[in-house]
């Protein structure tokens, strides 16, 4: 379909250059969806990690929805940048439910006295040697060591 031909185009500084014809042809009919691609990149939510695929596809289009309702705001002559933005939404959906989030169902235990595993220092110590092993092996918590005694 295309040749080896250069085109001459201006740049956004209004400077004249030459391109291939394929580079000036695909410029010029490129679609939304690379526009949307790039827009996407910078301020995804989505991981790579994720295990779930219904996890990244949810994630994926609440990208996309910030993503139009930013191109939406900036068509109607909004000033504010991309980041501003995300940051508004975040804390504007943050304000309006965080008043009527539920109590939680299950409340942790209320210990009368905090035993020591959970007030003590704890401090790695060797195992002593026995008369099976000459030498001290692996590390063990020095609180744990005086409840194992304890108990």
């Known amino acids: 379909m295309h040749d080896d031909s250069m085109v001459k185009v201006k740049s956004r500084r209004g400077k004249e250059m030459y391109k291939p014809k394929e580079v000036a042809d695909y410029n010029a009919n490129m679609g939304g969806v690379d526009l949307s691609d790039n827009l996407l990149v910078h301020f995804s939510t989505t991981r790579n990690r994720l295990k779930k695929y219904y996890k990244k596809v949810f994630r ?23 980041r501003e933005f995300i940051l508004r ?57 005086e409840q194992h005694k304890k108990g």
């Not at 994926?60 to 991309?82: E, F, P, Q």
């Not at 942790?108 to 110590?125: D, N, T």
């Open 60 to 82: 994926h289009l609440l990208d996309m929805s910030v993503v139009n309702c930013y191109v939406t705001y900036r068509a109607l002559g909004g000033k504010v940048v991309r």
């Open 89 to 145: 939404i975040s804390e504007t959906l943050i304000m309006k439910y965080a008043e009527e989030r539920p109590v939680p169902l299950r409340r942790p235990p209320r210990l009368a006295a905090k035993p020591s595993r959970l007030i003590g220092r704890h401090f790695p110590e060797n195992c002593p040697p026995t008369y099976k092993k000459e030498e001290a092996t692996k590390d063990l918590c020095s609180v744990s060591e």
